[in-house]
């Protein structure tokens, strides 16, 4: 019998207000013609996972026509203000129906994550059985990153302001790294963004 292929579901978190842009929306910041929310859709559906879920909160109505006619499931994060783990809860509440094997959680303001970025993580988690595959990038860990179904509990019952990279740190022995440097661009500012054009 041929080996069991994974299901595997993505999450595109994409729900703050952007508040250290200076009035911007992150979302919308424009790269190589595209926007960085239409970017990272894009290339999560060009991936062919079985499932990918876009989390909006802030702002939601002026940016779901980004992602509209993707197909991908849009989630409402009306919680929003409480931070990266009200997101993550929304993400894996509702991806949790889909009877996956693992999920990839990753954010839209890291605009040099391809499809192989992506797909590099589920084979690693194909080949290793590892329940997390987790990018490495300028001496820090996080997203990109796969985690196996076992572990959507505990990612639904992140607090507030926690992330993904608490679980990853919970369970670092139990988990590879793969080393990203194109995830070390991340879009906080717009001074980064400003940069980053610059040398793009």
């Known amino acids: 019998m041929p080996p069991h292929k994974s299901k595997i579901g993505l999450i595109i978190l994409a729900a703050g207000s952007s508040s250290r842009m200076n009035g911007k929306l992150k979302q919308l910041l424009v790269f190589r013609g595209k926007t960085l929310l239409r970017r990272a859709a894009e290339t999560a559906v060009k991936s062919d996972f079985d499932t990918v879920v876009v989390v909006l909160g802030a702002n939601a109505e002026k940016l779901i026509d980004e992602v509209i006619d993707l197909p991908l499931q849009i989630a409402i994060n009306k919680k929003w203000q409480d931070g ?32 192989k970025t992506l797909r590099k993580l589920e084979e690693i988690f194909a080949q290793s ?59 906080d500012t717009i001074e980064d963004y400003e940069k980053f054009k610059q040398f793009s």
Request: glycine residues 6%; hydrophobic residues 45%.
């Open 84 to 115: 990266m783990g009200s997101s993550i809860n929304t993400g894996i509440t509702v991806i949790s129906e889909k009877n996956l094997d693992a999920v990839i959680i990753m954010v839209c303001d890291q605009p040099l994550i391809t499809t």
């Open 129 to 187: 059985g590892k329940p997390i595959v987790a990018c490495e990038y300028e001496e820090t860990i996080g997203v990109p990153a796969l985690f196996s179904s076992q572990l959507f509990d505990e990612l639904i019952n992140l607090k507030r302001l926690e992330g993904a990279k608490k679980i990853i740190k919970k369970y670092l022995e139990n988990t590879i790294l793969v080393a990203t440097p194109e995830a070390r661009i991340d879009i």
